[in-house]
């Protein structure tokens, strides 16, 4: 059999039915276009192609969101807390251009269980944070402070017996030395050293708050941008406490307190750049009452472990204790959470001095923002004038006679039980701040009038222990003073969204807003200070507060709806 024999016999392919091949115009018979084009033709095309450039890194300090976390962290915990609807001009959020609301900023979409982890490890790191910080500013400082001014007014002998407690009583002059005005006045020591503490530490803080922001959106390792940052700052904060413990001159704790505010400021900041970054749209309003609610908690919690500390350990201790939470204030965050994205693939942005100094140019012709910020600047004065005093306030003006009465313990112990009652007291006027205030400002729409009110309910309660200084009127000026002033920082921030002259700048306006909060604490030591040297005795800051607070009231009823 031959080889044709052995083929079966092969018939040719019908030809397809009209229609039963559908060519897609533009896919099908689009042509190859490497065998198509002669090579001048592919010349021709390459010189039409446009160079895209890789996105810049976008500065934290120019994102609304950041600047609205980092205004929330350092007023009143009522505010993050409460339920008020904000208007944050936000131009980068996924509601204005249509995006996807459950995907965060960074490009991650978390799951359900990733979102619950960022909501406990930002009501962690905003509760670990403050534990220490409020520790640090009621208890431990001004305490080390009037005991290194006594020392310098007074005998070592008459120093140990004050704050030791060893059975020895302060003389009769040694008593009326606190409220003398001079040289020999031991309160004009204390408020004035005070001073110069806090205001150095003001200024270090607003250097740190730049340089560390534009440090941090420049970073480029595996672990992300603010990772390490926060973990830094945690260690920062930490040895840098412990050191100033151990500081036995003014000049030193001055020193050491500013480098304790550049250790908080590596582990406050980028933590709200991170808020603003991994936080979706959609899930933010609840995340930041839960920040609001640890913050509550954390400045209540420092005061009852820094009282503790100083009743049971003596001064030192707390500065232990308030190193340790640092230390983990800087890492559990990061564990709770989930993991940062890599920044290794971030393009590179040169720094400049120019950038460090657009943190502080103001906005220009904008009178209703310049109201808010002096109204912001006035509410914290007239609310430093006190709290940062309260050691002093506590112990030369409620306890003078403490010793004279008889009293053989020390000094530290009426004082500390003072201070843990009115946190107790402020904590609970906080949560009722932050539960009416929701409903409170629905029903009457100006914020304004209820700022005003509010000022004048604080001015109320500074005027109890103005006219019956005891400890009593403290805790009442306590409670109602922190209800007030929960009202007064929820309001306020109305008023501050409502007065940005340019939603396109909002973000750069709110980070020179929040100037106004170290704005206020510097014109409180140097109030506090001038008015204690000349009348030598602390009564005169209850008064001073009162007309901040008053002021404050009448700038923001002067401002345009």
Request: charged share 15%; with cysteine; proline share 7%.
């Given at each position: 059999?031959?080889?044709?024999?052995?083929?079966?016999?092969?018939?040719?392919?019908?030809?397809?039915?009209?229609?039963?091949?559908?060519?897609?115009?533009?896919?099908?018979?689009?042509?190859?276009?490497?065998?198509?084009?002669?090579?001048?033709?592919?010349?021709?095309?390459?010189?039409?192609?446009?160079?895209?450039?890789?996105?810049?890194?976008?500065?934290?300090?120019?994102?609304?969101?950041?600047?609205?976390?980092?205004?929330?962290?350092?007023?009143?915990?009522?505010?993050?807390?409460?339920?008020?609807?904000?208007?944050?001009?936000?131009?980068?959020?996924?509601?204005?251009?249509?995006?996807?609301?459950?995907?965060?900023?960074?490009?991650?979409?978390?799951?359900?269980?990733?979102?619950?982890?960022?909501?406990?490890?930002?009501?962690?790191?905003?509760?670990?944070?403050?534990?220490?910080?409020?520790?640090?500013?009621?208890?431990?400082?001004?305490?080390?402070?009037?005991?290194?001014?006594?020392?310098?007014?007074?005998?070592?002998?008459?120093?140990?017996?004050?704050?030791?407690?060893?059975?020895?009583?302060?003389s009769e002059s040694l008593v009326s030395r606190i409220g003398a005005v001079g040289d020999g006045g031991v309160a004009s020591a204390w408020a004035i050293d005070l001073a110069v503490v806090v205001v150095v530490g003001v200024v270090v803080s607003l250097i740190a708050e730049a340089v560390v922001s534009a440090l941090s959106d420049r970073t480029r390792v595996a672990a992300g941008r603010r990772t390490p940052w926060?973990?830094?700052?945690?260690?920062?904060?930490?040895?840098?406490?412990?050191?100033?413990?151990?500081?036995?001159?003014?000049?030193?704790?001055?020193?050491?307190?500013?480098?304790?505010?550049?250790?908080?400021?590596?582990?406050?900041?980028?933590?709200?750049?991170?808020?603003?970054?991994?936080?979706?749209?959609?899930?933010?309003?609840?995340?930041?009452?839960?920040?609001?609610?640890?913050?509550?908690?954390?400045?209540?919690?420092?005061?009852?472990?820094?009282?503790?500390?100083?009743?049971?350990?003596?001064?030192?201790?707390?500065?232990?204790?308030?190193?340790?939470?640092?230390?983990?204030?800087?890492?559990?965050?990061?564990?709770?959470?989930?993991?940062?994205?890599?920044?290794?693939?971030?393009?590179?942005?040169?720094?400049?001095?120019?950038?460090?100094?657009?943190?502080?140019?103001?906005?220009?012709?904008?009178?209703?923002?310049?109201?808010?910020?002096?109204?912001?600047?006035?509410?914290?004065?007239?609310?430093?004038?006190?709290?940062?005093?309260?050691?002093?306030?506590?112990?030369?003006?409620?306890?003078?006679?403490?010793?004279?009465?008889?009293?053989?313990?020390?000094?530290?112990?009426?004082?500390?039980?003072?201070?843990?009652?009115?946190?107790?007291?402020?904590?609970?006027?906080?949560?009722?701040?932050?539960?009416?205030?929701?409903?409170?400002?629905?029903?009457?729409?100006?914020?304004?009038?209820?700022?005003?009110?509010?000022?004048?309910?604080?001015?109320?309660?500074?005027?109890?222990?103005?006219?019956?200084?005891?400890?009593?009127?403290?805790?009442?000026?306590?409670?109602?003073?922190?209800?007030?002033?929960?009202?007064?920082?929820?309001?306020?921030?109305?008023?501050?969204?409502?007065?940005?002259?340019?939603?396109?700048?909002?973000?750069?306006?709110?980070?020179?807003?929040?100037?106004?909060?170290?704005?206020?604490?510097?014109?409180?030591?140097?109030?506090?200070?001038?008015?204690?040297?000349?009348?030598?005795?602390?009564?005169?800051?209850?008064?001073?507060?009162?007309?901040?607070?008053?002021?404050?009231?009448?700038?923001?009823?002067?401002?345009?709806?």
């Open positions: 059999m031959t080889d044709d024999q052995q083929q079966p016999n092969e018939f040719p392919a019908p030809k397809p039915l009209p229609g039963s091949v559908y060519i897609r115009p533009g896919i099908d018979d689009r042509p190859d276009y490497d065998k198509v084009l002669s090579p001048e033709d592919k010349s021709a095309v390459a010189r039409l192609a446009v160079h895209q450039p890789r996105r810049k890194v976008e500065a934290s300090v120019t994102q609304a969101e950041t600047q609205v976390a980092q205004m929330t962290s350092e007023g009143s915990p009522a505010a993050a807390a409460a339920s008020v609807d904000t208007a944050v001009p936000d131009m980068g959020s996924a509601y204005v251009d249509m995006r996807d609301p459950v995907v965060s900023a960074d490009g991650q979409r978390p799951n359900p269980g990733q979102v619950t982890r960022l909501s406990w490890g930002f009501a962690v790191g905003a509760t670990m944070s403050i534990v220490p910080w409020a520790a640090l500013n009621l208890l431990a400082l001004p305490a080390v402070i009037a005991k290194v001014s006594w020392q310098r007014v007074s005998s070592a002998v008459a120093s140990r017996a004050a704050f030791s407690g060893g059975g020895q009583e302060l926060i973990i830094a700052g945690g260690v920062v904060s930490a040895v840098m406490t412990l050191a100033l413990g151990l500081c036995s001159n003014v000049v030193g704790i001055a020193l050491l307190w500013g480098l304790v505010q550049v250790g908080y400021v590596m582990l406050t900041v980028p933590m709200a750049a991170a808020f603003s970054e991994r936080v979706p749209d959609k899930f933010r309003p609840r995340i930041v009452r839960a920040r609001g609610i640890g913050q509550m908690v954390g400045q209540a919690l420092g005061v009852w472990i820094g009282v503790a500390c100083v009743v049971f350990g003596g001064l030192y201790t707390p500065f232990a204790a308030a190193a340790a939470v640092f230390l983990l204030a800087g890492i559990v965050p990061v564990l709770v959470w989930p993991k940062e994205p890599s920044s290794e693939e971030q393009p590179h942005t040169a720094m400049s001095a120019h950038m460090l100094m657009e943190r502080f140019r103001a906005p220009r012709h904008a009178v209703e923002f310049w109201k808010a910020f002096a109204s912001r600047s006035l509410v914290s004065a007239g609310v430093g004038l006190t709290t940062m005093f309260l050691w002093f306030i506590a112990s030369a003006l409620i306890f003078r006679d403490w010793f004279t009465q008889g009293n053989s313990s020390p000094i530290a112990v009426p004082v500390c039980s003072l201070i843990a009652s009115m946190a107790l007291a402020t904590l609970v006027g906080s949560v009722g701040a932050a539960f009416i205030a929701g409903p409170v400002g629905e029903y009457i729409e100006d914020p304004r009038y209820l700022s005003v009110i509010s000022c004048v309910l604080y001015t109320v309660a500074l005027a109890l222990p103005m006219t019956m200084p005891s400890a009593v009127s403290m805790v009442l000026f306590a409670l109602i003073g922190g209800f007030a002033f929960g009202l007064i920082d929820t309001f306020g921030q109305l008023l501050a969204m409502g007065a940005l002259p340019d939603a396109r700048s909002a973000g750069h306006d709110l980070a020179f807003f929040n100037l106004s909060n170290s704005v206020g604490l510097a014109l409180a030591a140097i109030i506090g200070a001038v008015g204690v040297a000349v009348t030598g005795g602390f009564s005169v800051l209850f008064p001073a507060a009162i007309v901040c607070v008053l002021a404050s009231a009448v700038v923001t009823i002067s401002m345009k709806r």
